[in-house]
């Protein structure tokens, strides 16, 4: 594998050229046959050793890369705010030297504030990768997405895409908008208004608010998690009125293509925004979205860490 990345962290996917996607997927690939070896491990990061830092709850995104840096054979530490020295007043800045300081080769870092990681790429000398910053993206999760729609279709030129639910508070929407469109996908938003940027402009999608017209002859559907710490009745009637109106059901998917892809992000808030997947399984690229974030984790690891 001779591709690396440009750039020494992964800060959003504007950061990657569609060339530069491309050699993470090639790179995935050869990852992937890891998880059904009796010794799912390479050497290609031992020495190394990579921290992940989250400010934010995170269940599949931490434990990826965890698994991701392991198969690497790089030494792993997590750290969450409750467990360091941040519930004692120190700052962010002094959390990520002191762990640059004590060896760190790598920092996966999680914030609730728009552009942290980017600031601390500018003042630390290891390599940052951002495992989502607010609102603003969440590149990793884009680039799994994007790596699950290729295994599962085989090519991105002219598919339709729908990405269903809270636009407004998502930082996966606006990194899948960003990589889906420069590889040539036709992405359609859809969701109540209230749910959806007020300027979409410089966007390149088209935005629908009716969930029966923005999933029509769609190849695939990404619903995305209604964030109900922030979606509350200033933003959606009830529930399960937005259930019914926005939840992706087996009626509903009778609309789009008839292979359709349906994905989502995770956690999944079950009966609001999928309802009844057991009856359209075969279609579901859920559970794929998680097998291959760890080839794809392992692909951005290494790319920007072996060798280096």
């Known amino acids: 594998m001779s591709d690396f990345l440009a750039s020494s962290h992964l800060l959003s996917v504007e950061d990657l050229s569609t060339e530069e996607m491309n050699g993470i997927f090639r790179t995935a690939d050869s990852f992937l046959d890891l998880s059904s070896r009796t010794v799912k491990k390479v050497p290609s990061l031992r020495g190394k050793t990579l921290v992940n830092l989250f400010y934010e709850p995170s ?39 002191t762990i640059e300081a004590l060896g760190a080769d790598g920092v996966v870092i999680r914030h609730p504030s728009s552009g942290v990681p980017e600031w601390i790429s500018r003042r630390v000398g290891c390599h940052v990768i951002n495992a989502g910053d607010g609102l603003r993206e969440h590149p990793t999760q884009a680039l799994l997405d994007l790596y699950t729609i290729l295994k599962r279709k085989g090519h991105f030129e002219g598919l339709q895409v729908a990405i269903v639910g809270d636009i407004l ?62 979606a509350t009745a ?58 291959f974030g760890v080839g794809i984790r392992m692909a951005v690891l290494y790319l920007l860490m072996a060798g280096q």
């Not at 960003?178 to 999608?205: E, Q, S």
Request: charged share 25%.
């Open 59 to 97: 269940t599949r995104t931490r434990t990826s890369f965890e698994i991701a840096a392991k198969r690497l054979s790089a030494d792993v530490i997590n750290i969450t705010t409750s467990q360091s020295s941040v519930v004692k007043g120190e700052s962010l800045l002094d959390t990520v030297r």
């Open 169 to 230: 508070h998502s930082r996966v929407a606006r990194s899948n908008i960003r990589a889906l469109t420069r590889m040539g996908v036709r992405v359609r938003l859809v969701g109540p208004p209230t749910l959806i940027p007020a300027d979409t402009r410089g966007w390149k999608v088209e935005v629908v608010h009716e969930l029966k017209d923005g999933v029509r002859g769609c190849d695939v559907v990404m619903a995305l998690r209604l964030q109900l710490e922030r």
């Open 234 to 291: 200033s933003y959606i009637p009830s529930l399960g009125e937005y259930a019914r109106l926005y939840g992706i059901s087996p009626a509903v998917l009778r609309l789009a293509k008839p292979d359709v892809l349906v994905l989502h992000p995770g956690p999944i808030n079950r009966g609001i925004e999928i309802q009844d997947e057991e009856s359209f399984l075969a279609r579901s690229g859920i559970l794929d979205q998680v097998h």
